[in-house]
């Protein structure tokens, strides 16, 4: 199993065992290892951080003070002797646990750790530090970055209904996480892949709830397990801007999670004739999405339920089509970078308002079903297999176009490639920038001449055509 129990943590066997030791210039570092249930990390303290825990217990908690093995001068560092020490002071702090078995005097706490792996402990970090700075960062606004393993702690302090820490202090009173996540605006929860410090936890498989959340108008997600992260949606009529980056294979898992429960469902104010098992309200505040950096190979129907979307980035995916974006009527800004799109058939049906468009670093080896975007205005085809200058004829009578990108094709190695592009934008040359340079009056001239020529050619084929119908009869 991976990640830290999923109830009960204060109920599982919890100690620790001093595995070994090692040298460190004239000093002794003991190699310590802390559990709870199947759970471990790692810490190393030399006997001189002992004695002065040792201290701090015994004033605040009037502990034995003989209960700590003694110091020693002479021959402190031989083999004997520190073999000896490393079994006392697993002893020492095996007895100190069984001496507090439920509230775990801060000192001690900190001395294992706690604060960075226990769920008690990381919660109760979190909760003083709302209490002293929570009302300064919700006043100025600022992005509050979380970890997945502190809302995995907070998620599970708040299904066993237990107080943050036993204590007695009231600054980690849980109440002060909540009061803060009610109302905070702007989240980042960034995840890591692999173990936490020197623990077995993997904090990317760490379920978490967000239903804490209830003012959300921004969040960033990264490096976690969408499967494993519920709540969201009770920010679905505040939540404005969404990113999600290397955490899941499918929209629908942020989207509608309640897909995963349900065989059949249908939006709000949808009129269905078949029988359905789940209506799902739809996110009416969410404008921008970035799900980029994914495992996403299709465009799901999940987007039926975000149809305020204006900016949608998908980048950097596995998707092979562009399906279902006929339902965001209010798109006009769509990322499709870097996934395996060979073809744009019939692209104007799904994209009819946009206006940037980015397709670099896809299969695509034509321009073909791009004609039909009226509105567009940015396009970015570059590291694409567009080979053919005949292609450039299905954008260059796009009324609104002012940004071509068609850098890294094939097409680029043609002799006077520029001005045999630009020339394909007709009057409207001047106006278009190519590949983020600004057309030259050098290279309008040379588009003017290339279009006489062209002109002269069409004025002689017709002439040609003609003479060869021969003369009309009447």
Known sequence: MDGLSDSGENERPRGVRVLGSEPVENYTVYIIEVYVGIYHWRIKHRYSDFYDLHE??????????????????????????????????????????????TAVPRPLAHFLNFHSYEMNGIAAVLAEELFNQGEQLLSTGEVFILRPLQLYAVTQLLRNAKPAWANGDAKTDLGHILDFTCRLKYLKVVGTQGPVGTSNIQEHLLAYD???????????????????????????????????????????????????????????????????????????????????????????DSVKLIPQIEYLALSH???????????????????LSYNKLSTLDKIHTKLGNIKTLNLAGNLLES????HKLYSLVNLDISN??????????????LPCIENVNLTHNPLTIIPDYRTK?????????????????????????????????????????????SDKKGPSLV
């Open 317 to 335: 995916n596995a998707i092979t089509s562009v399906e279902n974006l006929q339902y965001l009527y209010n798109l006009v800004h769509l990322d």
């Open 384 to 397: 694409n297999k567009i080979k053919e200058l005949d292609d450039i004829k299905h954008i260059g009578q």
């Open 56 to 101: 701090k217990l015994t004033l605040e908690n009037k502990i034995d003070k003989n209960l700590l093995p003694p110091k020693k001068i002479i021959g402190k560092n031989s083999k004997s002797f520190v073999e000896r020490r490393q079994k006392d002071l697993e002893v020492y702090l095996q007895t100190l646990l069984a001496q507090f078995p």
């Open 210 to 300: 967000l239903s804490i959340f209830k003012s959300l108008c921004q969040i960033e997600i990264s490096h976690c397990d969408a499967r494993n992260l519920s709540g969201l949606n009770s920010c679905k009529n505040t939540l404005a801007t969404m990113t999600v980056q290397f955490s899941t294979s499918s929209m629908k898992d942020i989207i509608v999670p309640e897909a995963l429960e349900f065989a059949d469902w249908e939006p709000e104010g949808t009129s269905s004739q078949c029988p359905i098992t789940a209506v799902v309200p739809k996110w009416k505040a969410l404008t921008t999405l970035d799900m980029s950096h994914n495992n996403i190979c299709v465009i799901d």
């Open 367 to 370: 321009l073909s079903g791009l």
């Open 421 to 465: 592009v630009l020339a394909q934008f007709g009057e409207r040359a001047s106006e278009v920038c190519l590949d983020n340079t600004c057309t030259t009056e050098k290279e309008l001239d040379t588009v003017e001449v290339l279009k006489a020529i062209q002109k002269a050619k069409e004025t002689k084929s017709k002439l040609m055509n």
